[in-house]
């Protein structure tokens, strides 16, 4: 059974000699805080600051925190597998967990809406994750969309607060309120989330990537005072806030969702993103 984890583990299994955590130019309070906690535990720290970076590591074993358009283009030269829920994750799971309709399909199917949804891209952000008043509302060109973009379509729901829970091998390690209602509030991890997600998992996590952040959170119904717990979306940890988590335990959590494709676990190749640059 899941539980939450009381103490982080090293380099998620593996000799922090000679390993090398890479963060791309744009710098955020969790790319500072991660490369802090690696440094801590004897990691090189690198900057993607130019073609030459990569040239420099090669051939060692490498970690990426960063976003997925220079992750495609690193991922095949430093033998990176870069670990990612499938596209129809959340379309799929049972409607106990999500409390709404939920749809994958493509943007050209998405035009055709009539009524309000809440429309994103399964894992990147090439279109602004939204609720659309209808499909005429959706982008319809730009860079990394066209017609066969796929798309995740749901019902409109409010959630009182979200939060990222960061998990491996099943386990919550940590996690963070990072929302109330749409607004941006970093607080501790609560009970009620961690119980929420160790639930799912025990359900549903044979269906995720061995390390994966979870976003999950009571919906709002004004007809119902009663909680009701749900998910969010599941994100890539590799490029993911960690808000008020323990930034060991999330570097944890990413060592193992983007390391050395050597290492990758075999129940993981399903969860491989493409190194294509797209």
């Given at each position: 059974m899941p539980r939450t984890a009381t103490a982080p583990s090293g380099t998620a299994g593996t000799d922090a000699v000679g390993r090398v955590l890479l963060t791309?130019?744009?710098?955020?309070?969790?790319?500072?805080?991660l490369a802090e906690a690696a440094a801590r535990r004897?990691?090189?720290t690198a900057v993607l600051d130019g073609p030459g970076a990569v040239g420099r590591l090669a051939g060692r074993p490498v970690h990426w925190y960063g976003g997925p358009l220079a992750a495609a283009r690193i991922a095949a030269p430093l033998g990176l597998a870069l670990l990612e829920p499938?596209?129809?994750?959340?379309?799929?799971?049972?409607?106990e967990f999500t409390r709404r309709r939920i749809e994958l399909t493509t943007l050209a199917e998405a035009w055709t809406l009539r009524n309000p949804a809440f429309?994103?891209?399964?894992?990147d952000k090439s279109i602004p994750p939204a609720v659309y008043p209808d499909g005429s509302r959706l982008p319809r060109a730009g860079e990394?969309?066209?017609?066969?973009?796929?798309?995740?379509?749901?019902e409109p729901v409010t959630f009182a607060a979200e939060y990222r829970l960061f998990v491996r091998d099943g386990e919550v390690l940590t996690g963070s309120r990072y929302a109330r209602f749409g607004r941006l509030d970093p607080a501790p991890l609560t009970d009620g989330a961690a119980a929420?997600?160790?639930?799912?998992?025990?359900v549903v996590g044979d269906t995720l990537p061995s390390a994966v952040a979870l976003d999950v959170g009571p919906v709002a119904d004004p007809y119902d005072p009663a909680e009701h717990w749900a998910v969010v979306e599941a994100n890539l940890p590799?490029?993911?806030?960690?808000?008020?988590?323990?930034p060991e335990r999330v570097l944890d959590v990413v060592l193992r969702a983007a390391g050395p494709a050597a290492e990758l676990a075999e129940a993981d190749r399903r969860f491989v993103r493409p190194p294509t640059d797209g």
């Open positions: 791309s130019a744009q710098r955020t309070s969790t790319t500072t805080l004897g990691l090189t499938e596209d129809d994750w959340l379309a799929r799971l049972p409607e429309v994103k891209p399964p894992a990394r969309i066209g017609p066969d973009t796929p798309v995740l379509v749901s929420f997600a160790r639930r799912l998992l025990d590799w490029f993911a806030h960690c808000y008020a988590a323990d």
